[in-house]
Structure formats: C-alpha cells, structure tokens
C-alpha cells in the first residue's frame, strides 16, 4: 500500500474542508443537545417536588 498517495489525497483542500464542516456541524449539534440537557437538568431541578 502507498501511504504517500494517502498523505497527499488528505492534504487536498477538498477532504480537508470537508472534514472542517464535518467537525463544525458536529460541534453545533452537540452543543446543543448539551444546552438542551442543562436547561431541562435546571428545569427539574428548580421544579417544586410533587408526590
């Protein structure tokens, strides 16, 4: 195998904005599951307790 010729196809500025927008979408996603957990964790908490 020619890790050469993997080397250079990773270095293409296509791959390589690819994987920006890849990590970018990522990162939005989990930051807002993350903002979503922690505004309902606050919710519940906050909540007056009801049996």
């Known amino acids: ?3 050469r010729y993997l080397l250079r196809k ?3 500025p ?4 690819h994987l920006d927008k890849a990590r970018e ?3 939005d996603r989990w ?4 903002q979503a957990m922690q505004d309902r964790i606050s919710r519940e ?3 007056p307790r009801q049996f």
């Open 31 to 34: 930051q807002e599951t993350y």
């Open 45 to 47: 908490r906050d909540r």
């Open 1 to 3: 195998m020619d890790f």
């Open 25 to 27: 979408v990522w990162r």
């Open 10 to 12: 990773d270095r293409s």
């Open 14 to 17: 296509h791959s390589a904005s």
